[in-house]
Nanobody, 114 residues
Framework: VQLQASGGGLVQAGGSLRLACAASGFSFSTSYMSWVRQVPGKEIEWVSGINEVLGTIRYADSVRGRFTISKDNAKNTLYLQMNNLKPEDTAVYYC????????RGPGTQVTVSS
């Protein structure tokens, strides 16, 4: 399994970012995929997950209504559209094939200024 997140950056509160995750080495189209995030010194926080086989999409309460997860199976790419960003969304974001994020690849830094 290889996962590489990208698209992070510095944005003002209320702004938007779109993260992407390039995936390879496994059956992307049938796999559960998630986004997790981590602030230094804190535990990994699950953000969102998608399972197209079961037809489910889930979000953490903290991001529901602001973030949208999606997949492009033709490109083996997972996305996270993040709107109305808040300073508390500042973290390193990772994609993973598990809710725990144990198999996450390199992340991308998102910094939201107030």
């Amino acid at each position: 399994v290889q996962l590489q997140a990208s698209g992070g950056g510095l944005v003002q509160a209320g702004g938007s970012l779109r993260l992407a995750c390039a995936a390879s080495g496994f059956s992307f189209s049938t796999s559960y995929m998630s986004w997790v995030r981590q602030v230094p010194g804190k535990e990994i926080e699950w953000v969102s997950g998608i399972n197209e086989v079961l037809g489910t999409i889930r979000y953490a309460d903290s991001v529901r209504g602001r973030f949208t997860i999606s997949k492009d199976n033709a490109k083996n790419t997972l996305y996270l559209q993040m709107n109305n960003l808040k300073p508390e969304d500042t973290a390193v974001y990772y994609c993973a094939t598990s809710r725990s994020g144990a198999d996450r690849g390199p992340g991308t830094q998102v910094t939201v200024s107030s």
